[in-house]
């Protein structure tokens, strides 16, 4: 599988020494970042590994923030070293930051306060392992259904509130004292690394035999400390002992699965053989909690969006088109099945470093909700989790399901076309004066002449504004806030109805009229298979300037809801029986069953348009072919749109607008004719 993902990688923990006067360089942190193994992630199914042979660290300046948030105020500094050393990744730096924000961290770090570090990633190829099958990874055996990612970049380093590994480190120190012994310990691991083992995997007697054999050799040569060789026998028998208590550790991290952190890290301690680690992951009834909290969020996001939308009415097949199998299975999981906006709040908050109490919302878990919304929108960051955007997402398919459930029927007679702006547009339907003539023996070929018709549109805008009230966010109703997006989006449908057939009955320009020969009024003109072969007759007639045929079809039969059921039975129907005045032969055959396609719309008979009749009736050339009406949009949305926009300062919510840019006018006379349908 190959995709691109955002990963937050979160550390347990942070350690502050205590500040004994002020520094006389800047004070530096150092971190394990991870570990290497099975992570059990929110937003995932499956654990994932960070392949950290794949894991691109990019420059060794990383720039350290507050809380993800990428802006001055909340830079803390910067790294000058990241690595990635017997399968850990290692960050180490200096804290620059010196604004309010900055001080605080330090200052509450001072005070005891233990702070916490995420790491954001973006993963590039995730492979997925089933089950039954294992693969080595960052020096251990992995067994799955497992994710392995196994390209990613790391990005930014961030202190934050809350974590959750206890096999990761960050340390800042203080004293240049601390200092020279963090170069003398990061000197003493890499003489060690050059022995072929980890510092982090010594115990405390391996530990003090190594210290002391490096001591001897560095004292004796600097270049020796790096390549020492001597004393082969100790150090040989001290690689026997890791090599025993590595193939040990890795056993029981298998054991344990990733699943059981406590009762792991007390195996590794106590060192307990394998087998009864075995026998106690049997016994354990509760899993441990994750080791590190990291999260594809663009998955995460969109699974909540999509359990939203579910929650809203929407149905599972109409939202097939926005979101792939795998997001729709996760919006109907159990952990996002019946969101509401509650959730969403809860999101918001949770990918924003920040803590929400779960199970109560009130006006503080509103604001904070909101803030972290901003917060969200202005940072370049990773995560996708957007109050404002889930919600925009949602009010948008519930307005466009609305929409398009209005039976709209101009479409079917009326050309659509996009402009890019607000401004008259002037359209040119050009025809030849002439048609191709016989070449004589020179060859010669004489220029045809054009000529033009010109008809103009413009578009313009229809709207409104909603909200998403306090009282709405406690008490979680979604039905309440998608009230109005419904609603717009009907009246969306209704209004660019209404703009077609009041400009259509309003027959502009004498558009309709004897003149052009599209209108036939008078007895005997009410719809019945006589009328309708007169208009036909009347359709196919049509010239062009030069008064030659333009070969154009009548597709469209319009008719008004009274009429709705004899245009039917005149398009289905093979035979007729029709009553006529005394004289007249009353055809028994229907020469005109399925020619057109019969269209009812109740707004021909409307009382509330000026120009509505009971009995007029209409045929129109299909709008591909030549258009009597067009529909124009802006720049190609042929739908409502709705979008947040800001809400009033003393106003405790959110609110969005919902607009439609449309315009309406006449095209062509000759795709259209009329009968007054008298009788």
């Not at 507050?66 to 803390?76: F, P």
Request: proline fraction near 3%.
């Amino acid at each position: 599988m190959s995709a691109t993902h955002e990963l937050t990688i979160v550390a347990r923990e942070i350690e502050f020494a205590a500040t004994s006067g002020e520094a006389s360089e800047p004070r530096r942190f150092s971190m394990v970042a991870y570990t290497g193994g099975a992570m059990q992630l929110t937003g995932w199914k499956f654990p994932v590994v960070v392949d950290l042979s794949g894991l691109d660290v990019g420059r060794s300046r990383r720039p350290i923030l507050l809380d993800h948030t990428r802006d001055v105020e909340h830079v803390m500094g910067q790294t000058d070293q990241v690595t990635v050393v017997n399968h850990q990744l290692l960050v180490a730096g200096q804290v620059l930051g010196d604004s309010a924000k900055a001080r605080q961290v330090v200052a509450l770090a001072d005070r005891g306060f233990g702070w916490q570090a995420s790491i954001g990633a973006k993963a590039h190829d995730v492979e997925f392992v089933p089950a039954g099958r294992s693969v080595i990874v960052n020096g251990g055996e992995v067994a799955g259904p497992v994710n392995i990612a196994r390209r990613a970049t790391l990005g930014e380093v961030s202190f934050v509130v809350l974590g959750a590994d206890e096999n990761t480190q960050a340390v800042i120190a203080i004293q240049a004292r601390e200092q020279a012994t963090e170069k003398q310990d990061m000197e003493l691991a890499d003489w060690v690394a050059a022995q072929g083992f980890s510092v982090d995997t010594l115990d405390e007697r391996q530990r003090t035999s190594l210290e002391a054999l490096y001591q001897r050799v560095s004292a004796e040569s600097p270049v020796a400390a790096t390549n020492a060789s001597d004393d082969t026998a100790s150090i040989d028998k001290l690689r026997a002992e890791i090599a025993a208590e590595t193939a040990r550790v890795i056993k029981i991290r298998r054991a344990c699965a990733g699943r059981h952190d406590e009762l792991e890290a007390k195996a590794i301690t106590e060192g307990w053989e394998p087998s009864r680690v075995e026998l106690e992951v049997l016994r354990a009834t509760r899993p441990a909690a994750p080791a590190i909290q990291a999260t594809d969020t663009a998955k995460q996001g969109r699974a909540l969006e999509a359990a939203i939308c579910l929650s809203a009415g929407i149905k599972a097949s109409d939202l097939e088109k926005s979101y792939d199998a795998e997001t729709l299975e996760a919006a109907q999981g159990r952990d996002l099945r019946g969101a509401g906006i509650h959730s969403l709040l809860y999101e918001v908050i949770q990918a924003s470093g920040g803590h929400v109490r779960l199970g109560r919302v009130d006006n503080e878990t509103i604001r904070a909700a909101l803030v972290a919304d901003r917060q969200l929108n202005a940072s370049a960051g990773f995560s996708t989790i957007s109050l404002s955007g889930i919600l925009s997402n949602v009010a948008n398919k519930a307005m466009l399901a609305a929409y398009e459930a209005v039976a709209s029927v101009v479409a079917r007679f009326c050309a659509e076309t996009d402009v890019n702006d607000f401004k008259q547009v002037t359209r040119y339907r050009l025809t030849g004066a002439g048609v191709f003539e016989k070449v004589g023996p020179d060859g010669e070929l004489k220029h045809a002449t054009l000529s033009e018709g010109s008809y103009t549109n413009r578009i313009d805008t229809y709207g409104r504004m909603l909200s998403l009230t306090r009282q709405m966010m406690i008490n979680d109703d979604l039905g309440a806030f998608l009230q109005l997006p419904r609603i717009i989006g009907r009246m969306s449908a209704l209004k660019r109805e209404e703009a077609v057939f009041e400009l259509l009955l309003s027959n502009p320009s004498s558009f309709f009229s004897t003149l052009n020969k599209n209108f036939i009024s008078g007895a005997d003109t009410v719809l019945s298979i006589a009328a309708l072969t007169q208009l036909e007759q009347k359709f196919l007639d049509q010239t062009d300037s030069e008064g030659k045929p333009i070969l154009v079809n009548p597709a469209i039969l319009l008719v008004p809801t009274s009429l709705k059921v004899t245009s039917e039975q005149l398009m289905t129907e093979t035979r007729v029986n029709e009553t006529t005045t005394a004289g007249k032969p009353s055809p028994a055959n229907n020469p005109h069953a399925g020619k057109f396609t019969p269209v009812a719309t109740p707004y021909l008979n409307s009382q509330s348009i000026a120009g509505g009749s009971a009995v007029a009736w209409y045929v129109f050339a299909n709008p591909a072919d030549l258009a009597a009406f067009e529909i124009a949009y802006l720049r190609g949305r042929r739908v409502p749109t709705i979008e947040s926009g800001e809400t009033d300062f003393n106003t405790l919510g959110m609110q969005w607008r919902g607009y439609f840019d449309f315009g309406v006018g006449v095209q062509d006379f000759r795709a259209a004719a009329k009968s007054k349908g008298e009788v």
